[in-house]
């Protein structure tokens, strides 16, 4: 156990560290109620962009700093080797360290590809899943529906004096090679994250800034990329699934959620309208209700199950 729990618990509100397969692994824990593991994205992100206030007064919301994003928690092959079997098995770990039943696993972005391939080889652990902003696929496709995605961005925004920055910041993506080339990536291709970021830019300014990232490669340590397709596997997925989708989301776009919500047995279909990757933060009531009321329910029916 680690010492920061001795006292207070795994599950006690504020910060927690335990080490597992000689890696730090650090969580925040907020609210009460059922236990929802939220995982971030990037993958290099932050943790912190995704608390949700809406949620964590209904559920204990645990924020998990995924491997590598701190310093402390880097592996020995650090930028490569962070697979999402790598990721998942971080995520097992914590959930055993948890200790708490009817464990459901929010993952964001890059974190809800973690978040299915954990529904897929991990699904004892999870009473549900709720894959917010991902997609069944990566490599070329996933690629050039964003391409796609992006173009329709610019031309509704042609002319706002922002655009340029943005574009830029896409057209380094491929190419970033350091902390600092991820962070400014990042920060600079954020306006397109959101349905109407420059209407309420005062209000996101500071999200923006308090951005941090770190450079993740995506190969695993013998640098071969981790490529992904899960459209097989997902359609024998018997793990309650929920899926978000941004209608205005440039890079995991409305199409994987459809496609994600067909793919998946009964799965339940959230399309948040007014959103693009951060409906979160875009639309947090109707957010928050869905996933709430997706835990409860899963909630319910394990405990009378028993």
């Excluded at 990037?42 to 491997?67: C, K, N, Q």
């Excluded at 992904?228 to 699934?241: C, E, F, N, S, T």
């Excluded at 309208?273 to 979160?280: K, L, P, R, V």
Aim: a negative charge; one cysteine or more; proline letters at 6%.
């Amino acid at each position: 156990m680690n010492t920061s729990d001795a006292h207070t618990g795994p599950l006690s509100p504020g910060t927690h560290t335990f080490r597992a397969d000689g890696v730090l692994q650090r969580y925040h824990v907020q609210g009460n109620g059922p236990v929802c593991v939220a995982h971030s994205g990037g993958p290099g992100i932050s943790w912190d962009y995704l608390r949700m206030p809406a949620l964590e007064e209904h559920l204990t919301m645990v924020y998990v700093e995924p491997i590598g994003t701190a310093e402390d928690s880097r592996l020995p092959s650090h930028p490569h080797g962070y697979t999402r079997e790598r990721y998942s098995r971080a995520l097992e770990t914590l959930i055993e360290h948890l200790g708490a039943a009817d464990i459901h696993l929010l993952g964001h972005s890059h974190g809800a590809f973690v978040a299915a391939y954990h529904a897929l080889h991990r699904s004892g652990q999870l009473a549900g899943v709720v894959l917010y902003e991902g997609a069944p696929v990566t490599g070329p496709e996933h690629g050039a529906e964003a391409g796609r995605m992006v173009e329709a961005f610019a031309a509704k925004h042609a002319g706002h004096p922002g655009l340029p920055d943005v574009l830029a910041a896409f057209g380094a993506m491929s190419a970033i090679s350091s902390d600092e080339q991820t962070l400014a990536v990042a920060r600079g291709v954020l306006p397109s994250y959101f349905a109407d970021y420059w209407g309420h830019a005062e209000r996101l300014a500071p999200l923006r800034d308090a951005l941090r990232a770190v450079y993740i490669s995506g190969l695993a340590e013998d640098l071969k990329p981790d490529v992904i397709d899960d459209r097989a596997g997902l359609k024998d997925l018997r793990v309650p699934a929920l899926v978000i989708g941004g209608r205005h989301d440039v890079i995991c776009g409305p199409r994987w959620a459809l496609e994600l919500h067909e793919l998946i047995p009964d799965s339940q279909l959230l399309m948040l309208e007014n959103s693009g990757h951060m409906g979160h933060i875009e639309e947090p009531e109707l957010f928050a209700d869905t996933v709430r009321a997706f835990v409860l329910r899963n909630t319910a029916v394990r405990d009378n199950a028993v």
